[in-house]
């Protein structure tokens, strides 16, 4: 009975702290025991990283500097960028950047760039970036976009609608460390190349019509503009420029409580098993390869059976979102089940059978009613694809006191003991690993 | 019941070439014209599946771009999309419909929710815009994006949009 009464009163000061915040109660942030390291990176959701007027819910902000090529002195650091293992390659809004930075070897050339439902437009340029700052990870030279829907015309013709600035965004740019490379890949390098990159003129940019294009897109009816490898936004951790760290990234986020936490401040290590920082655990984690859109199949088994074969990990979503069918209370776009309610899923990527996993929902409009911006059972209701076949996004709640690998394709990882790489033929796609 | 037809004949190119200027397929059109549309798309495949209460045209584009046109009445009364790169052009999918679209694009792609507003909360993948005339969802993430459109008004009675798969 003594233990009992013990471990209730810990759990009611580690718990019941709330405090009040505009008339709202809010629970005090929670923080991860992040290794020391030059290759960490301070991540903080909702928290000292973010731009607190701007922010929404669940958002990782990071700190990175960059620079003009070469230079140590002609740098800028841009705080409230979002931490994204969604997209590829860092995109700043040129407002708030105050280099001046030089086009890529290609030249004058601008992006679309398609994140699901919003797009980014403006110019492709050249950079150093430091992730960790300067002096410690190495830096990456790489092609960034420069966010500016104003760009060379606007993008009203090749990029409608994309964001217009970081207060409407809620950020000042993407960091995207995904499990690609450069965001478009060989697609973007050929004699037809696919609508994403668009050399301009100085007043406009163009696309390509007719002929071949028309032919290899005839659902938008054109081609974008031939852009090497080496000239296309790139994620920055397989560019880093010396060191072993360039597989990939393990994303450190504490628990978050039920209910959720004003803020969840953490890290990102660069590097797969390459440092002590970065080791996967000696009890074996499952590595779940990704197929060539990056994604995987997962199904929950309750409260409701359901197949969803586009699904995806992405800290850049601000919560697990899920198809309409799932069996909950839906509150316009939110779920709201009455109780904390486990969904219970399983997970099959092209290497690995089923494995068993699960998130937590509870009624959205509850934990709106807080002054908490880290929540662990916010899920939104999607209705995207009618067919059978839809798609979870297991977003940042699923970080929350769970490390997740990231492995970027192409490159070489050992985790439990087994070699990841595009040679042993299982690295074609990147991986998740946890 | 299933039909599967193959690639378009040379026939059929020309006839499609002659009508590819006019707003032909997509939201509010006739079932005919889903062929029209296949044309247009030289497509690999057109498959049509009939359910008891609809149909679903299935196109499959050379890119990889899988389209479903959902029609009851003679009419497309739903369009979806998934595969490739990037969103196709939407004047060829929505129809009757796509000048509702134009009129409200910035709403369904700019995330300008509030903390409790959605499907267009910050932060989304999905966003969704809702008129009278058009329920158009957009989402995914890149590399991968994919969307649907709905009209309420053509869907047939007694079929709500959580049904049709």
Redesign the interface.
Known sequence: MKNYLISLCIFLTSCGSSVQVGGLSSTPAVNYPCPTGTNVMKVTVNGSLCNASTM????PCVSVTICVSGSLVNCQTVNNILLDT???GLRIFSSVVSLSLPNTITGDVAE????????TWGPVVQSDVYMTGIGNEPKATVPIQLINSQYEGGDSTLC?????GPS???YNGIL?V?L?NQ??GS?CTGATP???YFACNGSTCSKTTGGACS???????YCGTAMPLTSQVSNPIPNISSGPDTNGEVLLLPAVSNGGNISANGCMVIGVNTATGNNTPGAAVNVYQANS???MTIRTSSPAVTNNQ?S?I?S????I?AP??LGLTNC???YCPGNLTTVNMSLTSINAGAVASSFLVIN??GL?NTANNAFNDLT?????????DT?I?LGINYFYGRPIWVGVKNTTAVINGITYSTGAGNNLNGYWAY | MIFRMGRTSLLCLCISLSISSMAFGGLGQSESSCEDEAQFFNVKSHEVVTNEKYKVHTLRLNSGMVINEYVANNIVFGVSWRGTRYHPQFDKLLGVHFNEYKAHENELHHHKGTRNETPNSKGSRFSTLRTTKIVMTLGGHMGSPSGSAFAPNSMPEGLSMDEVR
């Not at chain 1, 032919?215 to 009816?221: C, D, E, K, Q």
């Not at chain 1, 850049?316 to 919560?319: F, I």
């Not at chain 1, 939104?380 to 059978?388: A, E």
């Open positions: 929404y819910i669940n958002m969604g997209s590829f679309c760039a398609e994140f699901g439902s919003g797009r409608a609608g994309s964001y217009v409407e965004a809620g995207g995904g690609w965001d478009c697609g696919e609508p994403t032919a290899a897109y005839p659902s938008i009816g859109s990056v994604e586009y995806f992405d850049g979503s601000n919560a979102y309409s069918n316009s776009g939110w959205a409009n709106f939104g209701n999607i209705t995207l694809n009618p067919s059978t798609a996004d």
